[in-house]
T-cell receptor
Framework: QKEVEQDPGPLSVPEGAIVSLNCTYS??????FMWYRQYSRKGPELLMY????GNKEDGRFTAQVDKSSKYISLFIRDSQPSDSATYLC???????????FGQGTELSVKP | SAVISQKPSRDICQRGTSLTIQCQVD?????MFWYRQQPGQSLTLIAT?????????ESGFVIDKFPISRPNLTFSTLTVSNMSPEDSSIYLC????????????FGSGTRLTVV
């Protein structure tokens, strides 16, 4: 069993839809949770950074962490074609410690 | 957050040769990491580059195959040695500042093809 599980998709939605991306994990020691966006042929770009449980909102993006269920989510509101990319969840035990990634979910937003 | 320059951006190499990838950060950072991303796959950590000491390698990766240097707090190199076609992949450098909430920054990657 992988430490971090993420549905690889692909996921296709119409423009303006709400997108929900999810990851589950097995290591209860993870405390720092991140979502990255990766465009084709580019390095990952940090979208959201969350410590412990709770919600964090930044514009159209909301990250949720439920440590009791070992489950994290990223919601994208009013999705745009420019949101089409691969979204990777990642987590670490310590701040600045090694990062463990999910497999990534490929998202396509159709105009 | 830090900005990372990674080079080369891509290369095609003959099997049996070695390639050194450079990673330059625009500010001093405590942590630097090297990842591999195979086509259509996620990122796998190769090693943590430690300043002034030997790198810490993850299971399945060894120093003879992936020697790493980190002479100071802004620069690191990864060498892929004695390459085979199975080494064809994207190699990514990452940096983080321990004790901050800035997350991890990534370079744009080196796309390596071994023929």
């Amino acid at each position: 069993q992988k430490e971090v599980e993420q549905d690889p998709g692909p996921l296709s939605v119409p423009e303006g839809a709400i997108v929900s991306l999810n990851c589950t994990y097995s290591n209860s020691a993870f405390q720092y949770f991140m979502w990255y966006r990766q465009y084709s042929r580019k390095g990952p770009e940090l979208l959201m950074y969350t410590y412990s449980s709770g919600n964090k909102e930044d514009g159209r993006f909301t990250a949720q962490v439920d440590k009791s269920s070992k489950y994290i989510s990223l919601f994208i509101r009013d999705s745009q074609p420019s949101d089409s990319a691969t979204y990777l969840c990642a987590m670490s035990v310590n701040q600045g410690g090694k990062l463990i990634f999910g497999q990534g979910t490929e998202l396509s937003v159709k105009p | 957050s830090a900005v990372i320059s990674q080079k080369p951006s891509r290369d095609i190499c003959q099997r049996g040769t070695s390639l050194t990838i450079q990673c330059q950060v625009d500010s001093q950072v405590t942590m630097m990491f090297w990842y591999r991303q195979q086509p259509g796959q996620s990122l796998t950590l190769i090693a943590t580059a430690n300043q002034g000491s030997e790198a810490t390698y993850e299971s399945g990766f060894v120093i003879d195959k992936f020697p790493i240097s980190r002479p100071n707090l802004t620069f690191s190199t990864l060498t892929v040695s004695n390459m085979s076609p199975e080494d064809s992949s994207i190699y990514l450098c990452s940096a983080a500042q321990a004790g901050t909430n800035y997350g991890y920054t990534f370079g744009s990657g080196t796309r390596l093809t071994v023929v």
